[in-house]
């Protein structure tokens, strides 16, 4: 341990002179610098605090002797040369603190770098930093990432921080989600104490984050079960959600994510951008809990709930690069399956790159509407059951008869659309009308097949299932 009187010794510290107080009333536990004197009153105890010309502006050598043995500091080093006082003699003394007076032609942080060094050589000074910070990480088990980071600045007397990447000049120590890079806690100095630190507070990190990955990984399968089941055991799948902490009682939005550029589902780095697009937006204070976030079908489903029917209006610009649908405003269970059928509806009209709002879509969502229904899924799939006997033409099927339907019963124009030559549509179409035994110029059954092909297409069924491809 270092006392006054031993930090008087070394080479930073022989411009400092003694004015008053003991000089090994207690031992210094830690250098700081201070410029304005409230700094002063959340000293540490122990501190050897070195005052700058504006902390005394104002401020008398006594009122700072009167705090740093309230605090009890074991030093005060005021600028210049300092007078002495009966008064200042004795108010030192009580309060066991030393008062030093700093050379006028050193720099404050030659000084205090100098003298920092000089206690973090010291060994047994660099254990007990270490032990009390970990000590302290460990009383604080379970808190948050911020907290955490807080914590360990405040008891070993540097500023961590988290990065994605270490920079070159930083030092870093690396954090680990089940053994896999995760970031890094950095921070600057050469302290060894915090290095040590460093490498605890990583792994309490890891742990923090691997805990809170597993709980949202539980939301969102629990939120995907609920949206695949029947509307038989919606109650169950609720409830399992409940569980899982998915706010089930509030009034939820969907979000409905495409990428142009990834027609047959996002890639991981997308998925990746839009949870850390969604974490770090400011939505308000509103939310019931943290929005859900997952991957589902073709696309990625952001989900917002609150308490009250407050998140009607979300931001266009919040899904940069990316094909959005947001549903509307659903409460409940049933309102949370109703959104994101919407969100993922409004998605299909939406223009590459743009965003749609299932309220604005005019017909297309009355259609949209009958796509999410199951029941209207079974009688499409039931209308167009037969087409699975078509052999090799069965998984064209439904797509020719729609293109078909869609351009009025032009083969040309249908032909255009599925890349095909008319003849081809022809006897396509031919075999598909006598598969179905349906009467093609009939508008009353036109409709019905058009609509039964939008319903199965737009939850893209397998052939003969009720099963959304992309959910098996």
């Known amino acids: 341990m270092h006392h006054v009187s031993d930090l008087l010794r070394t080479p930073a510290g022989r411009r400092l002179t003694l004015v008053a107080g003991p000089w090994d009333a207690r031992p210094v536990e830690s250098v700081i610098l201070v410029d304005e004197m409230r700094e002063l009153e959340s000293a540490g105890r122990g501190a050897l605090a070195i005052l700058s010309r504006h902390a005394m502006h104002g401020a008398g050598v006594l009122e700072a002797l009167t705090v740093a043995g309230r605090r009890e500091l074991a030093a005060i080093v005021v600028p210049g040369p300092s007078g002495t006082s009966p008064d200042i003699v004795g108010t030192a ?76 000049s930083a030092n870093s120590a690396v954090i680990r989600v089940d053994g896999r890079p995760d970031g890094y806690v950095c921070w600057d100095g050469e ?63 969907a979000v409905f994510l495409r990428d142009p550029a990834s027609p047959a589902g996002p890639a991981e780095a997308t998925t990746r951008r839009v949870r850390k697009a969604v974490a770090t937006a400011p939505w308000g204070e509103d939310l019931a809990g943290s929005p859900v976030v997952t991957r589902w079908q073709d696309g990625i489903l952001v989900l917002f709930t609150t308490d009250e029917r407050a998140v009607a209006d979300l931001p266009n610009d919040a899904w ?36 749609a709002r299932f309220d604005r879509l005019g017909a297309y969502a009355i259609l949209a509407e ?24 069965a998984d064209h099927a439904v797509p020719t008869l729609k293109a078909y339907l869609d351009s ?33 110029s009939d508008p009353q059954t036109r409709f019905a097949l058009h609509v039964a092909c939008h319903v199965v297409l737009d939850r893209e069924c397998l052939p003969g299932t009720t099963d959304a491809v992309s959910s098996l």
């Open 370 to 393: 009958l796509g999410g229904s199951d029941s209207a899924l079974v009688a499409a799939r039931d209308m167009l059951a037969p087409l699975d006997g078509l052999g090799v033409l």
């Open 320 to 355: 940069p690069r990316l094909t959005a649908g947001i549903g509307t405003c659903q409460p409940g269970p049933d309102g949370l399956r109703r959104t994101a059928s919407q969100a993922r509806a409004a998605a299909g009209r939406a223009v590459a790159g743009e965003v």
């Open 93 to 168: 003394r009580r309060a066991g603190v030393a008062l030093l007076a700093g050379a006028s032609d050193q720099p404050l942080s030659e000084t205090v770098l100098g003298l920092s060094a000089v206690l973090r050589a010291d060994p047994s000074l660099l254990l007990r930093r270490t032990r009390d910070a970990i000590e302290g990480l460990g009383a604080i088990e379970g808190a948050g990432e911020d907290d955490i980071l807080r914590a360990a600045s405040g008891a070993i007397g540097v500023d961590y921080g988290v990065a994605e990447v270490a920079g070159p």
């Open 408 to 440: 009025w019963g032009s083969r040309t124009r249908a032909a255009e659309l599925l890349n095909l030559h008319p003849n081809a549509v022809a006897h396509r179409i031919r075999r598909i009308s006598e598969a179905l035994g349906a009467d093609l």
């Open 191 to 253: 302290d060894p104490a915090a290095a040590i630190v460093a490498g605890v507070v990583a792994t309490t990190l890891g742990r923090v984050r691997a805990s809170a990955r597993a709980a949202e990984g539980a939301r969102e399968q629990a939120v995907l079960a609920l949206l695949r089941v029947g509307v038989k055991e919606v109650r169950t799948a609720a409830r399992r959600a409940r569980h899982e902490g998915v706010p089930m009682e509030g009034w939820h939005v």
